[in-house]
DNA sequence: CAAATTAAATAACATCTGTTGTGCTTTTTT
DNA sequence: AAAAAAGCACAACAGATGTTATTTAATTTG
């Protein structure tokens, strides 16, 4: 009872799906309505039946990508901090499946920055990974850094995916798969090192 | 001699600029030759008298963006490791004009994704950025950790950097120039922390 | 089975896009 | 001063875009 409750009428989810391809193989500036009508193999009449506008289904891409996102997160059972490098092979784009998704997370990223109603659904959606990435850190605490601040330390580790998730969905040649993973394994191992009592 | 040496008269940069206001304002997918010219004050022909096309007025404008960080980037002399500190505090997006540079930055990054005269100068730009961090961090070797692999670490620092340069310039409310600092600060400070040797 | 709702196709719209061509004016060159 | 070139405005183009009817077919409801 707290949402909306729209109702999702598988169909819908087709017409996102093939936008959602569309925008992989063309970029979001080429997804016009047109194009995602062919790629559905139908015309722009389902997409006005099932969306008042095109910024309706921009939302909904957006909260379907969300949603993998998030999915990908919640899939990896983290007990130990070396789960974390699981965790993040399962969400960077190490593989043409994920760059496509960071890819287009990232082009509705930018397109938010000029889109009020896209950057209020972007927000929430990193709202939830940071809750997440801070919940996962909390549930590891025990066995990190003594003096580690959850809440700044989730925010950096989700900056550094982010820029190595850029990096390797825009240029993999020079942000290849085995580079990403190095940077943040460096990054969480330091985490997980509890010798250090840092410099205070 | 080394380069092509195209003359850069004047008014080509001034197109450029405008363009650059309006990227900024409106976003670069809004940024039309109609929508620019009119914000030059002038009409459809200076642009095309001028350029080609479109897509070689949009590379000037990544260059001359590109330029502008090396130029930050340079404006800083690195003799401590604090002074890392005021090089990040001069590139990342803490205040209005640096936020739109990011903005216009990340817009390019994205639309390179699907352009590949694009994505060679993007490419071109962002080597150039790795290697004058390599060599700032070269050059504080000396004060830095000891066996600190340069490279490597100048990867993760410009990931770092994009990482929260892309939430700094998008959502600011979420990342304010307080955070971007303590982040990358705290980034920076381990690495001129030379007590510790690792692990190995 | 009839009526009503839903699904989808088709056509038309006004607007905006990058590009091209033409002509006028100013500056530079010879 | 004559000739040439550069700078720029203006108009027109073909095509694409989001949106809005209008129609026809399929499905559900009574």
Not at 81 to 95: K, M, R, T
Not at 195 to 200: G, I, L, V
Request: hydrophobic letters at 45%.
């Amino acid at each position: 009872m707290g949402r909306p409750a729209e109702k999702q009428s598988e169909r819908r989810q087709d017409v996102a799906q093939a936008a959602l391809r569309v925008i992989a193989r063309e970029g979001l500036e080429r997804a016009s309505m047109r194009a995602i009508a062919a790629e559905l193999g139908a015309t722009l009449g389902v997409l006005t039946h099932y969306f008042p506008n095109k910024d309706a289904l921009l939302r909904l891409i957006l909260e379907t990508v969300g949603a993998e996102i998030r999915e990908a997160f919640d899939s990896v059972p983290l007990r130990r901090p070396a789960d974390l490098h699981a965790l993040i092979g399962e969400i960077l784009p190490v593989d043409g499946p994920r760059r496509n998704l960071w890819k287009i997370w990232l082009s509705f990223a930018v397109a938010a920055a000029d889109s009020p109603a896209l950057a209020r659904e972007h927000a929430r959606e990193y709202g939830e990974l940071t809750v997440r990435m801070a919940a996962a850190l909390t549930r590891l605490a025990p066995q990190l850094r003594a003096n580690l601040q959850v809440q700044a330390e989730a925010e950096t580790l989700i900056c550094l995916m982010d820029g190595v998730g850029l990096h390797g969905a825009l240029m993999p040649e020079r942000m290849p798969p085995s580079r990403q993973r190095a940077i943040l394994k460096a990054h969480i191992d330091a985490l997980a090192r509890k010798e250090t009592a840092s410099h205070a």
